[in-house]
């Protein structure tokens, strides 16, 4: 019974055990020649190891020991010896790469995130000595992208759009109203009864009037969100937070024309309409929260001829991760849409993040987002190229969208980028950081004295 008490699982063992577990086991005779009394009274290791197995290996307290037979009677077998000792070493080599695998399996964890915390530190303490923005490193950037984000993505999807017991409803979306500040009064249906899902109740519609569309200007807000930033995208790279930059190649894709790319100039000169130097590039980025009214509608009276759909990452487009990950927007998932409107240049994209389990728009019904590429975890698009073009000819076009027309929904909170061409004296009326809702305006043309 005291052997039950004695440690079997150890990894470190003592010299002199490790040499009695490595040998040979020897025959019977000569290991109860060895167990005497004095080292019984003692209460040596070994001892009790063998009582233990002899007590283990009887059927019952009364099973008689074995017999040892006369040394005339016992048989040399050389050869049986020798394999029972191949077969005793073969299974403590499997015992010992057991310990040693699981000891590696229950600490090599804690290790890497040791490992982790120490590039953490070195990284930082690199942006402090040059001065430069505190964002993602190579090694941080390549680890981050290589989490199953998209497996949890379409998890979160298929969970959200399954049924919710009418019971449940009010404690389930009250707990999320509360959690994000939902504003139910605002929505067609203020009854947690009315949503079947999550799903439904994240892509809620507004009562009649409860958005008013400013008609006086020129760009109003697509969405409800916060102005993550705004400002010129004259040059080759603009701003995706302040101090955190992305180049506007790498986020819509080559020119559009074989023309465009012959002109000479860069590209976002290229991509204007005017080349008599009146207008300039502009952007603005708007982040939907959890909480937020999440469909998204037409900024202005605008034409859209080519959309593309960007098979990206799913990563966080928070304010935070957007400004710790330089070129977020480049990497995630995202659907843009290129045209014209009165002034010249216009885009409009959807960009997809972690947990928005698909990005829809109304117009387009052959589009899919979120689509399942298997379990291929860290895997991503060689180019940030890789896309799929449609053209929206004439039969496939739709019809000019009007300021405030609804165009889609989010399946939760992500982002929308406007990049567009307008007059130099194109004025923002909104500062960064600030909540906006749809309608509203973004901007107005100052009127030349």
């Given at each position: 019974?005291?052997?039950?008490?004695?440690?079997?699982?150890?990894?470190?063992?003592?010299?002199g055990n490790?040499?009695?577990?490595?040998?040979?086991?020897?025959p019977?005779?000569?290991?109860?020649?060895?167990?005497?009394?004095?080292?019984?009274?003692?209460?040596?290791?070994?001892?009790?190891?063998?009582?233990?197995?002899f007590?283990?290996?009887?059927?019952?307290?009364?099973?008689?020991?074995?017999?040892?037979?006369?040394?005339?009677?016992?048989?040399?077998?050389p050869?049986?010896q020798?394999?029972?000792?191949?077969?005793?070493?073969a299974?403590?080599?499997?015992?010992?790469?057991?310990?040693?695998?699981?000891?590696?399996?229950?600490?090599a964890?804690?290790?890497?995130?040791?490992?982790?915390?120490?590039?953490?530190?070195?990284?930082?303490?690199?942006?402090?000595?040059?001065?430069s923005?505190?964002?993602?490193?190579?090694?941080?950037?390549r680890?981050?992208?290589?989490?199953?984000?998209?497996?949890?993505?379409?998890?979160?999807?298929?969970?959200?759009?399954?049924?919710?017991?009418?019971?449940?409803?009010?404690?389930?979306?009250?707990?999320?109203?509360?959690a994000f500040?939902?504003?139910?009064?605002?929505?067609?249906?203020?009854?947690?009864?009315?949503?079947?899902?999550?799903?439904?109740?994240?892509?809620?519609?507004?009562?009649?009037?409860?958005?008013?569309?400013d008609?006086?200007?020129?760009?109003?807000?697509?969405?409800?969100?916060?102005?993550?930033?705004?400002g010129?995208?004259?040059?080759s790279?603009?701003?995706?937070?302040?101090?955190?930059?992305?180049?506007?190649e790498?986020?819509?894709?080559?020119?559009?024309?074989?023309?465009?790319?012959?002109?000479?100039?860069?590209?976002?000169?290229?991509?204007?309409?005017?080349?008599?130097?009146?207008?300039?590039?502009?952007?603005?980025?708007?982040?939907?929260?959890?909480?937020?009214?999440?469909?998204?509608?037409?900024?202005?009276?605008?034409?859209?001829?080519?959309?593309?759909?960007?098979?990206?990452?799913?990563?966080?487009v928070?304010?935070?991760?957007a400004?710790?990950?330089?070129?977020?927007?480049?990497?995630n998932?995202?659907?843009?849409?290129?045209?014209?409107?009165?002034?010249?240049?216009?885009?409009?994209?959807?960009?997809?993040?972690?947990?928005?389990?698909?990005?829809?728009?109304?117009?387009?019904?052959?589009?899919?987002?979120?689509?399942?590429?298997?379990?291929?975890?860290?895997?991503?698009?060689p180019?940030?190229?890789?896309?799929?073009?449609?053209?929206?000819?004439?039969e496939?076009?739709?019809?000019?969208?009007?300021?405030?027309?609804?165009?889609?929904q989010f399946?939760?909170?992500?982002?929308?980028?406007?990049?567009?061409?307008?007059?130099?004296?194109f004025?923002?009326?909104?500062?960064?950081?600030?909540?906006?809702?749809?309608?509203?305006?973004?901007?107005h043309?100052?009127?030349?004295?």
């Amino acid at each position: 019974m005291v052997s039950y008490f004695v440690p079997r699982g150890r990894v470190l063992l003592k010299a002199g055990n490790l040499r009695k577990v490595v040998q040979p086991h020897q025959p019977q005779q000569l290991q109860l020649q060895a167990a005497k009394p004095t080292q019984q009274q003692n209460g040596s290791w070994p001892v009790v190891r063998h009582l233990r197995h002899f007590s283990s290996n009887s059927s019952s307290g009364n099973a008689p020991l074995h017999r040892l037979k006369p040394q005339t009677q016992q048989q040399p077998q050389p050869r049986k010896q020798q394999l029972n000792h191949n077969q005793n070493l073969a299974q403590v080599r499997r015992n010992v790469l057991s310990r040693w695998t699981g000891f590696l399996l229950r600490w090599a964890p804690m290790g890497i995130c040791v490992f982790g915390a120490i590039e953490w530190q070195f990284h930082k303490k690199r942006c402090e000595r040059d001065g430069s923005p505190r964002t993602a490193s190579e090694f941080q950037s390549r680890v981050y992208c290589s989490l199953p984000l998209r497996i949890i993505s379409r998890c979160w999807g298929w969970l959200a759009a399954c049924y919710m017991p009418t019971t449940l409803r009010p404690y389930v979306y009250g707990w999320y109203s509360s959690a994000f500040n939902v504003n139910l009064s605002e929505a067609q249906y203020p009854e947690y009864e009315h949503y079947n899902s999550l799903a439904e109740f994240f892509t809620r519609p507004l009562k009649e009037g409860a958005r008013t569309i400013d008609a006086n200007a020129p760009l109003v807000s697509p969405a409800d969100g916060k102005v993550l930033h705004f400002g010129s995208a004259s040059d080759s790279l603009i701003e995706q937070v302040k101090g955190v930059n992305y180049s506007i190649e790498d986020f819509l894709g080559p020119l559009q024309t074989l023309e465009e790319a012959k002109t000479g100039v860069s590209y976002a000169q290229a991509l204007k309409r005017q080349r008599d130097g009146t207008t300039e590039l502009y952007q603005c980025v708007i982040y939907l929260a959890p909480g937020d009214y999440h469909r998204f509608h037409s900024p202005t009276a605008w034409q859209p001829t080519v959309r593309r759909h960007f098979s990206g990452e799913l990563l966080s487009v928070s304010p935070k991760v957007a400004g710790w990950l330089p070129g977020l927007f480049c990497l995630n998932e995202r659907v843009l849409y290129m045209g014209q409107w009165k002034h010249g240049f216009f885009s409009y994209t959807a960009v997809g993040a972690t947990n928005v389990g698909s990005v829809e728009i109304y117009m387009d019904a052959e589009l899919k987002t979120n689509r399942w590429t298997g379990l291929n975890v860290g895997k991503h698009p060689p180019s940030t190229y890789e896309y799929d073009e449609v053209a929206l000819d004439a039969e496939q076009k739709p019809k000019e969208l009007g300021k405030g027309d609804l165009i889609g929904q989010f399946n939760m909170g992500s982002t929308i980028v406007l990049l567009f061409e307008a007059p130099k004296n194109f004025k923002f009326d909104i500062v960064a950081g600030q909540k906006i809702h749809v309608g509203e305006s973004l901007g107005h043309i100052v009127e030349r004295k």
